[in-house]
């Protein structure tokens, strides 16, 4: 699977943004999808997953509240709406896709077997 996420952005505090990532390769329905981040000088976090078909989701307590991932197998994409935006949440942003057949996807990064090459967000005070 080849990941292409995109969307990033320089936003002002309280501001919104959605990223996507498109799939290309093999059978995407196959797959849960996430979304990592990774700020300057830190560790790659979790921020978001979804399952297979869609009906499973987690989110970083950090985010909670303020992000909304969606999915469409058809179009082979996944998205990230982000809302109220703070300057912690400055960071690449990596999608990734893990063949997994549960309802509850992973938050792990090492479960993730493919991932894209990040798209950058900055939000400025």
């Known amino acids: 699977v080849q990941l292409q996420a995109s969307g990033g952005g320089l936003v002002q505090a309280g501001g919104s943004l959605r990223l996507s990532c498109t799939a290309s390769?093999?059978?995407?329905?196959?797959?849960?999808m996430g979304w990592f981040r990774q700020a300057t000088g830190k560790e790659r976090e979790f921020v978001s997953a979804?399952?297979?078909?869609?009906?499973?989701?987690s989110n970083a307590d950090s985010v909670k509240g303020r992000v909304t991932i969606s999915r469409d197998n058809v179009k082979k994409a996944v998205y990230l709406q982000i809302d109220s935006l703070k300057p912690e949440d400055t960071a690449v942003y990596y999608c990734?896709?893990?063949?997994?057949?549960?309802?509850?996807?992973?938050?792990?990064?090492?479960?993730?077997?493919?991932w894209g090459q990040g798209t950058l967000v900055t939000v400025s005070s």
């Open positions: 990734a896709a893990d063949f997994n057949p549960y309802v509850s996807p992973s938050t792990l990064p090492n479960d993730y077997d493919y």
């Open positions: 390769g093999r059978t995407f329905s196959n797959y849960a």
């Open positions: 979804i399952s297979r078909g869609g009906a499973g989701t």
